[in-house]
């Protein structure tokens, strides 16, 4: 490209000139920067590392989305079967606690006089509440564990 104006003189230079046509200075002509131009196979490369990135996002979303759903599932199946297997209260008015007695951790009679929680000494709910809260629980995380694994799993077939 050539410049537009002498350096010299001011002149207007048209694309063509080797000299100013007033004063006679030979114009120098500036070399435009070398682009780094890339091929269509590198443009396809870097489009491909992209979409590769781009998609592993989304799949990790969707792993732990998978994942969490199946530890969702698995506490939920895990604490059905530790009630399930939750004891009766022996004596003469057998009575399994119920999930929320279970929680709070105490149980009180019909009438709301007597209130036993899984510490009181000696009795009967006191001993149900107890193993109650264990299976519960145990059972609650061993079915999120089973969960994770069976949702992790599941991602690990998907993805092959």
């Excluded at 994942?67 to 599932?73: A, L, P, Q, Y």
């Amino acid at each position: 490209m050539v410049a537009n104006f002498c350096s010299s003189c001011g002149n207007r230079l048209n694309q063509e000139d080797s000299f100013c046509s007033v004063c006679g200075k030979k114009i120098e002509r500036i070399q435009s920067p070398k682009v780094n131009i890339q091929t269509q196979q590198e443009q396809d490369d870097l489009n491909n590392i992209w979409n590769k990135v781009s998609n592993s996002d989304s799949a990790n979303r969707y792993k732990y989305i998978v994942i969490i759903i199946g530890m969702c599932i698995g506490l939920f199946i895990g604490s059905v079967i530790g009630y399930s297997l939750a004891p009766a209260s022996k004596g003469s008015s057998a009575h399994k606690p119920t999930l929320t007695e279970l929680l709070k951790n105490e149980w009180k009679n019909i009438g709301g006089t007597v209130t036993v929680t899984s510490n009181t000494p000696n009795n009967y709910m006191a001993k149900a509440l107890s193993k109650g809260r264990t299976m519960l629980i145990l059972f609650g995380f061993a079915g999120l564990a089973g969960g994770g694994l069976v949702g992790g799993y599941l991602v690990r077939i998907r993805n092959k």
